[in-house]
């Protein structure tokens, strides 16, 4: 399985980004989707994830009622949706999946960088 992760950029603080992540290759095995990010000075810190379905997601609660994970299984993507972004949401964003809701994650995207202007 291959993850690309793309939609990162500039934005100022209260603005929007939307970050997608296409999956290719042995995509039948992927379970849960998420969102981890990382910034230089910290390790990789989980963001949001959801399910098979899309029907249960969770979020870490800097970012609960600001951004929105979706999936869209059809087209193999799945997606970040990023409103009210503030500065302290700079940061490397990797899409990863893996086999089973629980477990560790299995594979990793490549990273794309938000970065959020005060």
């Known amino acids: 399985v291959q993850l690309q992760a793309s939609g990162g950029g500039l934005v100022q603080a209260g603005g929007s980004l939307g970050l997608s992540c296409a999956a290719s290759g042995n995509i039948f095995s992927i379970k849960t989707m998420g969102w981890y990010r990382q910034t230089p000075r910290k390790e990789r810190d989980f963001v949001s994830s959801?399910?098979?379905?899309?029907?249960?997601?969770i979020y870490t609660d800097s970012v609960k009622g600001r951004f929105t994970i979706s999936r869209d299984n059809a087209q193999n993507t799945l997606y970040l949706q990023m409103n009210s972004l503030k500065f302290e949401d700079t940061a490397v964003y990797y899409c990863?999946?893996?086999?089973?809701?629980?477990?560790?994650?299995?594979?990793w995207g490549q990273g794309t960088q938000v970065t959020v202007s005060s």
């Open positions: 959801i399910s098979a379905s899309g029907g249960s997601t």
């Open positions: 990863a999946a893996k086999w089973s809701p629980v477990g560790r994650w299995n594979y």
